[in-house]
């Protein structure tokens, strides 16, 4: 899979075709998400319940983990195989999807891509089976956008650490059973001299605030983290001591194309939706869906949707390759959440008062897609990373595409 700009040393193709394993497991859980998931998120999203039957059959279908090798109990698929069915979802339940996408690309990516043999034959065949829930906690209640100015330190003592701090924001706090945890080791201001650990949650000093009240996802629980003097093994040290800021940032990226292709399964989700009630909604004697003033609307949002969908694609083969694409990511997370945050709302518009009322899940697609342009690095961030490889490009002469 491939979108390519014709610069081969990227090892960039123009093969647009999924393989047959990947349109065989985009079925096989679009099937999944349809029968399963999409009719019990409205009631998950009424009681704030975290959806552990969803995680339960994902973990049952070989979801979980499915990127990881099979030697580690994973299916071995690509990390677009991942993606899409991160999008297909996300159309059923977003909430599902952003508790699938953190497991899968925020903590076992990491474990695969930085951990040691031992840490990968002890940490990831349990949270393939979905035994262990996965969390990732970099965030600070002063240290957002700009992680490396995080406050939690890590001091050595005999046989490990002991970690002061608190995280912010975290996705399935309080539910996950493993912590990946950055703090300070050091007193370098900048990146270098901050570590990665893997932190159990029955670890003493453990603890996490209540349920944020969150305009969406609700049923997503996302907490506080506090760490009151926890230890913490020296083998559960993730990667090399002091360059935690290098795990932390190779895997958002792969977080990143995640977010993305959930805000191209909402926006989907929410083009269905609008598109069946063009057609049985009748005014002044015809389908709405014969109106130009709606055909407009639907046209230019599946215009961008396909756009946005095309530029996650490529973002995802990219990063399945092993290829740093760093910007092609923040291209495809800034314009798939900005068109899922302006055509969602439009195709609200579609339904009129229906879309409005608590009851009809296009309601519930406009608070949920709000998210997706400030979670796991805001549209500004994506916009400077953007920035920065143009002008990185002009000058060097080598272009801006």
């Not at 299916?75 to 677009?80: D, V």
């Not at 899409?84 to 891509?113: D, G, K, Q, W, Y």
């Not at 650490?161 to 995280?167: A, D, E, I, N, P």
């Not at 003493?204 to 009240?213: I, M, T």
Request: proline content about 4%.
């Amino acid at each position: 899979m491939g979108g390519g700009t014709g610069r081969e040393e990227r090892g960039e193709s123009m093969d647009f075709a999924l393989s047959e394993e990947e349109r065989s497991i985009r079925a096989a859980i679009r099937d999944l998400a349809e029968r399963e998931f999409a009719p019990r998120a409205a009631e998950y999203d009424r009681t704030g319940e975290f959806p552990w039957d969803n995680v339960r059959l994902l973990a049952e279908g070989g979801y979980l983990g499915m990127t990881v090798p099979p030697r580690y109990g994973g299916a071995g698929a690509s990390f677009l195989a991942f993606i899409l069915c991160m999008e297909e979802v996300a159309r059923a339940c977003a909430v599902t999807s952003v508790i699938f996408e953190v497991h899968n690309s925020l903590h076992i990516e990491p474990i695969l891509r930085f951990g040691s043999e031992e840490q990968r034959e002890r940490f990831l065949p349990p949270l393939v089976r979905g035994e262990r829930l996965g969390a990732f906690c970099l965030t600070e209640p002063s240290s957002g956008s700009d992680a490396a100015a995080m406050e939690t330190r890590a001091v050595e003592v005999a046989g490990g650490f002991r970690l002061r701090g608190q995280k912010s924001f975290i996705t399935n706090g309080g539910q996950a059973h493993e912590y990946l945890v950055f703090a300070r080791t050091g007193d370098d201001p900048g990146r270098r001299a901050v570590t990665a650990f893997l932190v159990p949650r029955d670890s003493p000093g453990l603890s996490f605030g209540p349920p944020e009240a969150k305009m969406g996802l609700t049923a997503s629980h996302t907490t506080q983290v506090y760490l009151d003097d926890v230890f913490v093994p020296a083998d559960r040290l993730l990667g090399e001591r002091d360059h935690g800021m290098r795990v932390a940032l190779a895997t958002l990226d792969a977080g990143r194309v995640g977010i993305a292709a959930q805000a191209v399964g909402i926006a989907q989700a929410a083009l269905d939706t609008a598109a069946r009630y063009a057609l049985e909604r009748r005014q002044f004697g015809r389908p709405i869906a014969e109106h130009e003033g709606v055909q407009w609307i639907l046209a230019e949002m599946a215009a961008d949707l396909e756009a946005a969908r095309w530029l996650v694609y490529r973002a995802a083969w990219l990063q399945g390759q092993g290829i740093r694409a760093t910007e092609e990511i923040a291209k495809a997370k800034l314009f798939a959440s900005t068109m899922a945050n302006v055509h969602v709302p439009r195709a609200l518009r579609v339904l009129g008062g229906y879309g409005f009322l608590k009851d009809h899940p296009m309601e519930r697609y406009v608070r949920d897609v709000k998210v997706t342009e400030i979670y796991e690095g805001t549209s500004e961030v994506m916009k400077m990373l953007i920035a920065r490889g143009l002008m990185e490009r002009t000058r060097q002469g080598t272009g801006a595409g």
